[in-house]
């Protein structure tokens, strides 16, 4: 169950530095905002896969 809370931690941050990054888009650090915001609203699918491919033992 911890690994859902994590992962819906990165989502909600992920989507506000995505908010606040296209609300100040016409600032260098704005875009740059919106870029990490889109890394972090996609490391929970890399997690899920990192999760979903580990061997059975």
């Known amino acids: ?3 859902y809370h994590f992962m819906l931690a990165l ?5 506000l530095m995505l908010g606040f990054g296209f609300n100040y888009r016409e600032h260098e650090w704005g875009v740059r905002l919106i ?3 889109v890394l972090v609203t996609l490391t929970p699918i890399a ?3 990192y999760l979903a491919l580990q ?3």
């Open 1 to 3: 169950m911890e690994s």
């Open 11 to 15: 989502l909600i941050v992920g989507f």
């Open 35 to 37: 870029g990490v915001g």
């Open 47 to 49: 997690f899920r896969l």
């Open 55 to 57: 061997p059975v033992s």
